[in-house]
């Protein structure tokens, strides 16, 4: 089989990605070292900068795959982000790609699954965050765009839902997936120049937003009080002020020096 997820090393795997179906990010640059086709041997995988090209490396130092091929164009936006991700929920990881627009999945040895061809208005920012917030056994794709939008995307590559983040900024923050009031259904909260906005993660209707200036993203969500539900912590740029909402968006307390 290839690259099995029941093969993953203890060592540099986040409990988040043990624990959730998602994610393992492959690193927020242009380099990914897994064993993508199953080898028992690592490969790396980077981006050829002049080339705009994935180029896939064996541990013995042999060109395994480029994508696109040589004889297809080359992608234009020289940096892309990979993340080993289940796509079709088989056991073996997939690969994604945010490039430009576009968001492409790629089995190990190289070949195209799908593509997400928009409708971005920007360029990706960051890299796609892949959670089940359904429950359905397969990954749903949350990506932001440099336009402030947000799109849900399936685990087969359709558009779900999209809408603004709401930041008149350009400090567009990825949002945090969780369950922040741990009643089963998953939320996306994030941070704006404006305050922190909270959605259903299903339907991307609002749930709460907390209104505040000068709010400096990403925001963290943790039990910071000990009582057993998420805490949202956000900062603001300035004074030093750090703030803390329940799960439900109302000001627990704030502190500033
Ligand atoms: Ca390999
Ligand atoms: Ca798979
Ligand atoms: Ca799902
Ligand atoms: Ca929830």
Redesign the pocket.
Known sequence: MLGRLDNLPGGGLSTQARSCPGTLSGGSGGLTVWDVDGDKGNEVLFTSRNEGRLVCLGSDLELRWVFPPMDQPRLGAPFVKVSLVDVDNDGVFELSLALGQKLYVLRGRGDLVWVWDGPALGSIYGAPQA??????????FFLTDGSGRLYRI??GGETVWSRNLGSSSLAVAQPTICDLDRDGGYELVWATAEGVCCIDAETGADEWVYQASDVVPPIAVADVNGDHEYEVVLWKKGLGKVVCLSFYGAELWSWEH
């Open positions: 959670y089940d917030v359904d429950d359905d056994g397969y990954v749903e399936s685990h």
